[in-house]
Each structure stands twice: as C-alpha cells, then as structure tokens.
C-alpha cells in the first residue's frame, strides 16, 4: 500500500548545495517539502523556503534579532516530521528547544567532532549533545560519528547510518572537458590536480603547494586548481604569496565557485582530486569524484576505511609532503592502478551511496516515527 506523503520540515543552510539537493529528492518523492534556513539561499521550485537571515547580525542586539528570526520561522511551520541537517547549528537547536515531534538530527562530522576540528565553544557543544539525546533519532553518515555520538550518551538504537551520498543523474562521467580546461587556462594536455574543500587553513592548500613545487620538477604540466568556495581571504592572500614565493604561478588556478554541473565538469576535467583533511566525516566531495569517474588522493584517516579500500577505490597517504609527493608520481604513473580506482570508485558509489537510495532510508525512518509516535 502506498503510504501518504508527508510534510516534512527541513532545517539547514540554504546556501549549501547539499541542502538543496536533499529537498529537492524529498519532494520528488512526493512529498510537502519546508526549508526553515538561518541564511538566504536557493530552494527547488515547489520547496517552500523560510528564511531566517536578517539585515545584520552584528553586536549583540543583532544576535538577539536573528535569534528571535529563527525562532519564529522554526516555530512557524507545522509538519508531520523534521530533519536537522547538522547537529550544530541554530535552527536544529531551535527545534529541540521548541519540542518539535518527530525530530531526526543527521550528523555530518564538523558538527559532533568537536575535538578534532575546534568546532563550538562549551554551551553550543552542550546545546548540541542535549539536542542530540533529546530528539527521536539520529543519522550518521560513518560508523565512527556514530561511536561519537554514543559517547555523547544517545542510545544505539536510535542512531542510523545514513550516507548523504550523490544525485546520480548530476554526478557522472562526462567526455567534455575541454570547457573547463578553457575557463581555467589549463592545455588540453595538462595534468590537473584539483582540491575542492573549501580554501580554509583546516584543509592543508598550502601542504599541496609545497608538494606541487616537487611535483613539477618530474611533470612539469601539472597544475593544481583550488576551488575557492567559502573561502578564507587571508588565506587565499598567503596562497598566493606562497605560489609566488615557489614560482608556481603558471601551474595554479582558483576556480570561482560553482554550481553542482560546474562541479561535475570540474571533476571530470580533474586527472587528480586531493582531499587532506586531518578529520572528517564520509566527505561528499570525494563521493562527488569518484561518481565522476576520478581518482582521489585523500588523508589516511583510519574511518574511511570502513568505506574507501586503499588502491581500490581510494589512495590514502600521510598528511605530510613527502608522502603526498609520491603518492601524486606513483598515480600518474602507474595506470594499471589509475583505473582501478576509476572503475572501482564509480561502482562503489553506485552501490553504497546513492543520495535518492539514501533518502528513501530517511523516508522509513520518518513514516516509522510518525506511525509509533
């Protein structure tokens, strides 16, 4: 029998390109979709979107004023289910705070990896744990924020592996690249490293600098393309000083920020993607990548090993630029290895993450809760 659809209340930041990606699946599941969000961004056509930004959040009566925005749009929409999407964040705390029932909070990393990352002062990793005990149930995108948030002291039962994967029909192989290549200034015959974290220190842009210095000395076309979205200024500044300093200008690149067919074509044009960062969760990026049909280099963080295998789907090196350096050479140059990565890495994708397969186990999960609440 086909089970209703529901009205379902959305709470993340509109701005990220992930939020619009999983309520747009939810509604093409058929279902009411609502967008409560702390800032201004996009919505799918048919999403309803609230809003919560306000003209200035600056000192603390402006804190004060966007507080009160959120909690007035939290409080405002009447659903059969609401989703956090991210643990740490104003509008999930908002919800908590406001009883809402049924309530799934899905964790992503930065949001419950406080120590690893800095993330929150002491009341918001309160705010967040209690949150978190408190709502009707969990997801998790690795088994490791999943023992994470068990220490926090939310029941096993209630935590989820849900892996917020990738829309298929966006992310995919895609012969055309060389538009791409033009945009960014890149020969058709150029060896493209491209790190699309954000440009923040946390993400290690300036360890793939100074491994590109050694990298161009055996290939001389490599070109590393950082992707500049959400991007700390200063420290786009010190990137760029250091790409003087080396004599790297000819072989770096910032893309501006881009839309998900840009970061497809990105990928795609891309012979290489880096991803060094020393905590994470399941990141979509590399998941991004890999669909695409790229290989990825990535920090050797024992937790994605119950995802990626080493030589397989993933390469995992030290976060160090020695071993970054020959890691990057021994992928050039060994193909047999370069496409096994490429065919395993799309297969893999494929199968365990999906983003509509994915969303269908949040869609379970919230007829359930509604039926036994």
Known sequence: MQQKPL???????ARSSHTYLQCGILQDFGHHVTLVSPDDGKCPDGVRHVPCAISSDKGILGKLRWLK???????????????????AELTTWMAWLLGKKPFIISCLG?????????????????ITKRALKKCDHVTVVSNHLGKTVERFGVPRSKIQRVIWGVNHEIFHPEGSTQQTRCLWGVTEDAQIIFSPRMLKPFYNQM???????????????????????NQDANYRKNLEARTKELNLEDHVRYAPP??????????NSADLVISLSPSDGTPVSVMEAMACGTPVLMADLERYKEFFAHKETGWFTK????????????????QQSYETLRTKGIAL??????LHSQSRLLEETSYHLIEHK
């Open 110 to 126: 930065g949001d419950v990896l406080f120590d690893e990352q800095g993330t929150l002062g002491p009341i918001g990793r309160w």
């Open 207 to 229: 360890m793939m600098l100074d491994a590109l210095k050694e990298v161009v000395q055996h290939n001389p076309k490599s070109v590393l393309v950082f992707a500049t979205y």
């Open 7 to 13: 009205k379902i209340c959305v709470l993340a930041a």
């Open 258 to 267: 881009m839309n998900q067919q840009e970061m497809m074509l990105a990928y």
């Open 319 to 334: 976060i160090e630029t020695s071993h970054v350096v020959t890691a990057i050479l021994e992928l050039f140059k060994d």
């Open 349 to 354: 994708i494929k199968e365990k993450a999906d």
């Open 69 to 87: 925005a959120i909690y007035n749009g939290v409080k405002s929409v009447e659903a059969d289910v609401y989703h956090a999407h991210y643990a």
